[in-house]
């Protein structure tokens, strides 16, 4: 994809860099997953206290991230909310019906519990810009 005339590289395998997004007003940051500690810095530096995962279990799996270390970084950035709906996004179907799920979700982390609320999939194309 293009940003500012440049091209960025961003899939499963390869991502040029961590970056996240805020959807304006929206209580809502978007980015990939994050595999360092500086990346959860980045992120609890938008105010976001709660985490919305939409990996599925086999993308955890085959990008070797350590659930349970990122998670221990979350809570210690107080990130404490930390939701895993995974998403499948292989098939259109499947895809809109997860959407919708999540949708539910963000709006009861954001309008019902009042929290800023980081969305991520696993390179921030399809499913958390969604």
Not at 65 to 81: F, S
Not at 96 to 102: A, F, V
């Amino acid at each position: 994809y293009f940003v500012n005339g440049q091209l960025n590289i961003a899939s499963g395998s390869f991502m040029s860099g961590f970056f996240v997004s805020e959807i304006a007003n929206s209580g809502i940051v978007i980015g990939p997953f994050p595999l360092y500690e500086i990346d959860i810095d980045k992120i609890a530096k938008t105010g976001v206290k709660a985490v919305l995962n939409l990996q599925t279990p086999a993308e955890i799996l085959a990008r070797g991230q350590d659930q349970e270390q990122i998670e221990k970084l979350y809570k210690a950035k107080g990130i404490t909310t930390l939701i895993n709906h995974p998403i499948d996004d292989s098939s259109e179907e499947g895809l809109c019906r997860g959407l919708l799920e999540c949708s539910k979700e963000l709006d009861n982390l954001i309008n019902k519990q009042k929290l800023r609320v980081y969305v991520h999939c696993t390179s921030a194309v399809t499913r958390s810009p969604s």
